[in-house]
């Protein structure tokens, strides 16, 4: 098997950090971001990158009338009452002129227009698996809730990726009862193990960063496909490799460091015939949108050269389960509800 580029892209807007960024201060951003979309699904075509997109079910709806009718009617009750979406909706609404922070169906509808990008989930409130809440039921109640959010685009969500990478084994079970057939992991390393929201400490933070420019941690980011274990009754768990840090305009000298290492990580990884999983959010293209889809020309044409030359493939997550899985277990028929919301 020839070495294998997957990109998966945490897809959220305000759902993302609305516990923690001022919605009007981000428009710019989140219309930015909605803006490259199409310039993006362009790039990844014409480059043949095949990309999962796992994409907050809320931005699903059309309106927040539509976002009512979908949303669960069982709630996460999260000690820290702030990391509850819906409690952050009760509060400040989603009006119509919040749109672009909020809701993307003409964007989702685009995604699943072309070839080799598949559209996952980044739950239906951007969940959190580690953060301590008492209602058992309530994650399996999201993943239904964005089950029937994508009903509406006549589409079917197996990959998953868990927001803010609080990866939760105990969530496994659940996820794979609901449809899911591979999720994203963490990478390796101390510095990216899965932690609650107060639990990133500094020196994470710090070392996750100077990573990204200079060796810190292990040399190995790629893996063998071989690696990946097969679980009857969970989600293949896929690993990410590297986290695609923006365009920094402080950082001019370091940014080109930046991209200088992770096309080392991509020839690497088409020279050992492994797998690469690299991850971003396209929220993060958002405030120098120029800049970044300039470097992310240049990764996608280093993998083009690799393809070339080593002959290295390019898989979303869901090609993943379609290949390893085949008929070794039977993928679960979730049930969800109509959706005609």
């Known amino acids: 098997m020839e070495g294998i580029f997957t990109i998966s892209l945490d897809f959220e807007l305000h759902w993302g950090v609305f516990d923690k960024r001022n919605r009007q201060e981000r428009e710019?951003?989140?219309?930015?971001?909605l803006q490259l979309i199409p310039r993006m699904l362009q790039l990844f075509a014409e480059k043949e990158v095949h990309v999962?997109?796992?994409?907050?079910?809320?931005?699903?709806a059309q309106d927040q009338r539509q976002w009512e009718l979908l949303k669960p009617a069982i709630e996460p009750d999260y000690t820290t009452e702030r990391y509850s979406a819906y409690r952050w909706a009760a509060q400040h609404a989603l009006p119509q002129q919040y749109h672009w922070?909020?809701?993307?169906p003409d964007e989702i509808q685009s995604i699943l227009q072309y070839p080799g990008q598949e559209l996952g989930t980044h739950t239906f409130s951007h969940y959190y698996c580690l953060e301590q809440q008492q209602e058992p039921r309530a994650f399996e109640a999201d993943l239904q809730a964005a089950q029937r959010a994508a009903a509406l685009f006549n589409t079917r969500l197996t990959s998953l990726v868990f927001p803010r990478n609080q990866f939760n084994p105990a969530y496994l079970k659940t996820c794979y009862e609901q449809g899911i057939?591979?999720?994203?992991?963490?990478?390796?390393?101390?510095?990216?193990?899965?932690?609650?929201?107060?639990?990133?400490?500094?020196?994470?933070?710090?070392?996750?960063?100077?990573?990204?420019?200079v060796q810190?941690?292990?040399n190995r980011t790629s893996y063998p496909l071989s690696s990946i274990s097969i679980i009857p009754g969970e989600p293949l768990q896929l690993p990410a490799s590297r986290f695609l840090r923006p365009w920094r305009s402080k950082y001019r000298f370091a940014n080109k460091w930046r991209l200088r290492r992770l096309?080392?990580?991509?020839?690497?990884?088409?020279?050992?015939?492994e797998c690469y999983h690299l991850w971003w959010h396209p929220e993060n293209f958002g405030d120098?949108?120029?800049?970044n889809m300039e470097g992310l020309r240049i990764l996608l044409e280093q993998y083009?050269?690799?393809k070339k030359k080593y002959g290295m493939i390019s898989w979303n997550m869901g090609e993943y389960a379609t290949r390893l899985l085949g008929q070794s277990q039977q993928i679960p028929n979730h049930r969800h509800a109509d959706a005609t919301c």
């Open 288 to 291: 120098h949108p120029e800049e």
């Open 181 to 213: 057939t591979s999720i994203r992991s963490n990478p390796v390393s101390w510095y990216w193990s899965p932690v609650s929201n107060t639990g990133s400490s500094l020196i994470r933070k710090v070392v996750r960063t100077a990573d990204a420019y």
């Open 304 to 306: 083009q050269k690799c």
């Open 28 to 33: 710019a951003c989140y219309r930015n971001t």
């Open 216 to 218: 810190v941690g292990s």
């Open 101 to 104: 922070a909020h809701f993307a």
């Open 52 to 60: 999962t997109w796992a994409t907050v079910g809320s931005m699903f």
């Open 263 to 273: 096309c080392q990580e991509i020839h690497t990884a088409a020279v050992r015939k």
